[in-house]
């Protein structure tokens, strides 16, 4: 095969890992965390609950994502040389987007969870909720190391950067452009698509109960008065 017909992967869900390594088994479904972030949670996300809250912090994760595309392509750090073994080593590895999306992702639901925004959680399982993140951010970067991916300073900017964006783009949202929900709520886009914002909620959960029982009552006295009215 001559190399301007050379094969290239999809590096989306392409991960390797020494055969019979259980711990590089186990890391490389860690490094997919992103993949499944994004296409199992926020889409279906989307297609369910059609949160304004969600859909901004999907949105930060696209914009965070260019950016680091953009300061990978201006610094062009090469990856280690054992990505060589890997066959990956057709982009370059400063900063780690995969260290630069967990923690974003870590930062800003960490403040989401603190600040109650949306009410998904109460006060004695938030600091339980805010575990995981941080320990698959932790362990992605670990991930992307131990698989020859990435150098250590590699994931640590991919982390740093990670953190700023996920902050910065925290007070954006809900800063400057939380104002403007109502209105997006009433466009065109938002009646279409039933979009809808709940940060003024204090608990979702008790609420869509509640309102999920309260109709289904109301429903079942409709059917019996209109049985004996029949």
Known sequence: MTAHNALKAVSLTHVRYQRGDRLGLFLAWVSLVPVFISLGGFI??????????????????VVSQFINELVKKSVQQAR????????????????SSHSQYMFFFAVYFTLLTCKG??????VRTKWVALFLPWSLAVLTMYSRVYLGY???????????????????????????LFCYFPLIEESAFGRFFYVKDTSH?????????????AAR????????????TS
């Open 201 to 213: 909620i204090s608990d979702v959960l008790k609420f869509e109960y509640d309102n999920a029982r």
């Open 80 to 95: 280690p040389e054992t990505c060589a073994l890997l066959e990956m080593c057709d982009s370059h590895g400063w900063p």
């Open 44 to 61: 279906s996300h989307f297609i369910f609950r059609r949160e304004l809250q969600s859909m901004f912090f999907a949105l930060g994760l």
């Open 217 to 228: 009552k109301n429903m079942a006295a409709r059917k019996a008065m209109a049985t004996k």
């Open 150 to 176: 990435h150098t250590v300073a590699q994931v640590f900017a991919g982390a740093s950067l990670g953190i700023f964006l996920g902050g910065v783009w925290f007070w954006l949202v809900n800063s400057k």
């Open 117 to 122: 925004i949306g009410g998904i959680w109460n």
